[in-house]
Structures are given as C-alpha cells and as structure tokens.
C-alpha cells in the first residue's frame, strides 16, 4: 500500500462512519419529505434514549474485550422491580423506583461479572445464561402480570419535557458525557482500555484485572437498569417481555461506532454515531412503510459490515 492509499484508508478508517451517517441522513431526506421535519427530528431523539443508554453500558464491556447478551432482560426485570415501587398501594418517591432500578440492574451485572473474572467462565456463556434467568425471574416476580397504574411523577421520566427537549434525552446527554469523561480522564477509564487491549500484560502493570472485568458488567447492568426506568416511565406499564432482543441494537451501535470486538478500541462518541445511524434507519424505514422484519435483516447486515471493516482495519494496522 503506498502512501496516498494508506492516508484515504487511514482517512475512512477514522471519518467513514461520520460520512456514512451524513449520506445516510440526506438520502433519506430525498426519500422521504417528513424526516427532517422538527418533530420526527425530535422524535428519533426520544426513540435512541433507551438503546444509547444500553450501548453506553456495553461500550465499556466490550472496551474490555467482554460481551453482554443479557442487558434486554435485565431491562425487563429491572423495569419491573422499579415499577412495582409506583404503582397502587405501593407508590413511592420516583427516586426510590430509580433507585430500585438501576440496582437491580447492577445487581445483575455484578453476578455475571464475577463469575465471568473469577470462575473464568466464557462471557458469552455465563450472560447467555443470564438472558435466560432475568427473563425468567421477571415472570416469577410478579405471576407474569404487567405492572400498570404508574404514577405521574414516575411516567414524567419517560414522556415529559425540560426546555422543549424531552427528558429521556436529557438523562441520555448527561450519561454519556459522564462515560466519557470516565474514559477519557480516568485512572479507571485507562484500565478498562488496558484490560481490553492485553488482559496479561495489563495484569502484569499492576491492574487489578479482575476487578475491572466484574465491574464492566456492574456498569452495563446499572445502564440497563437506567433503561429500564425510561422504557418503563414511556410504556407506562411494566411488561414482563420488555426489552426482548434490545442486546442486538446495543451491540450493534458499538461494534458499528468503532469499538472493536477484541476490546481496547472505540469510545462512547463513537457509540453514539452507532446509535444514531440504528436510530434513524429504524425511522427511515418506518417512513417508507417497510416491514419491521426487513429492518431486522438490514441491521443485520449492518452489524456484519461493520465487523469486516473493523478487521480490515486492524490487519491494514
């Protein structure tokens, strides 16, 4: 490869999913006259509050060469633990649902972190199996009933609005720059990087490798657990299936924003690109009347294209 290929490779490599996200936004402008309208606009923004919070929680497993196949479960659990708090006779603060939530969440991802860092058990295994259990404990934990009755205040989390902007988008913006500072300017943020790139030789620096491993997935799960407060507060009924399948969009946001599969590459901005463009091909293609199934075989090509640019790029590395 001589110079000038090398720099238009380098250039695509770093720039080509900012590129693909602008072509894919214009196209769909001509395609449809409702996209950029400021509501639809608005709209997507509400609709990738839940999937961006997920992604940002497996950005950080997935930096550390990990995976997490059970965070729509665990949204579904999680959801369903915190509206029990506001619903009926039981209604509390929605601080304590909150609460309720993103600790079942972390719950969660604490149990399949350390089995995943202690017990060495494959992370592909262990939150498969997770899939299963969260699923299953949501049915037990309420005889597979829906929650309903929400209260007000609780549903305001899901559907109301600060300054004209929705507030799901609000707790989204303010999670990801948290993340990101965490990352960026962060002994910790530099550790999960480390574990990512090379677990042995991180461990042999000095980090406490083990640790970082089980708390990425403490993270992931409290992410999915702060989903599930927005999902929930949005349907404003606690469903037992909710976030079925939700691991797929989460996944697929990181791996097409730039984090590599092999850990200790990508970032959470990068994530948010991926949401965007999952987001708004969901939108497009709901614009233009195509079948939900077809959307699914689309994202599925996505995710696939984005892997084999990703391994393009590190063998051209």
């Given amino acids: 490869m001589n110079r000038s290929q090398y720099f238009s490779f380098r250039t695509l ?34 609709q990738i509050s839940v999937n961006g919070i997920l992604a940002i929680g497996m950005t950080f497993v997935i930096l550390a060469a990990g995976i997490d196949l059970s965070v729509g479960s665990v949204l579904g659990m999680a959801g369903i633990v915190a509206a029990s708090m506001v619903a009926g006779d039981t209604e509390h603060s929605p601080l304590v649902a909150v609460g309720a939530g993103v600790a079942t969440g972390a719950v ?56 004209e902007i929705p507030v799901p988008v609000w707790i989204f913006a303010a999670l990801l720059l948290a993340a990101w500072l965490v990352l960026e300017y962060t002994r910790y943020g530099r550790y999960v990087y480390a574990v990512g790139g090379n677990e042995k030789s991180a461990r042999t620096s000095g980090v406490p490798t083990r640790a970082v491993i089980a708390s990425v997935y403490v993270i ?18 606690a469903l037992v299936d909710a976030g079925a399948g939700y691991e797929l969009d989460a996944i697929a946001a990181v791996v097409i924003g730039g984090t590599s599969l092999t850990g200790g590459v990508g970032g959470v901005f990068g994530s948010l690109i991926g949401v965007l463009i999952i987001g708004v091909i969901n939108n497009g293609l709901d614009l233009l009347g195509v079948e939900s ?3 699914q075989v689309i994202k599925g090509a996505v995710i696939v294209l984005a892997v084999l640019i990703d391994v393009a790029s590190r063998k051209e590395t």
Avoid: E, K
């Avoid at 149990?111 to 199996?129: H, K, Q, Y």
């Avoid at 409290?222 to 009924?237: D, E, K, P, Q």
């Fill in 220 to 237: 992931c799960g409290a992410c999915a657990g702060l989903a599930s407060i927005i999902h929930t507060a949005r349907s404003t009924t």
């Fill in 108 to 163: 969660l991802g604490l149990v399949n972190g350390s089995i995943i860092a202690w017990c060495r058990v494959p992370a592909f295994v262990v939150t498969l199996g997770m899939l299963s259990a969260a699923r299953g404990f949501t049915q037990i934990y309420n005889d597979g009933m829906p929650v309903p009755g929400l209260s007000d205040a609780f549903v305001f989390l899901g559907s109301g609005r600060l300054l």
């Fill in 293 to 295: 199934y077809y959307q």
């Fill in 13 to 46: 490599s770093r720039y080509g999913i900012l590129i693909a996200f602008a072509v894919l936004c214009v196209t769909l402008s001509f395609l449809s006259p409702y996209f950029l309208t400021a509501g639809n606009l608005s709209n997507i923004a509400l």
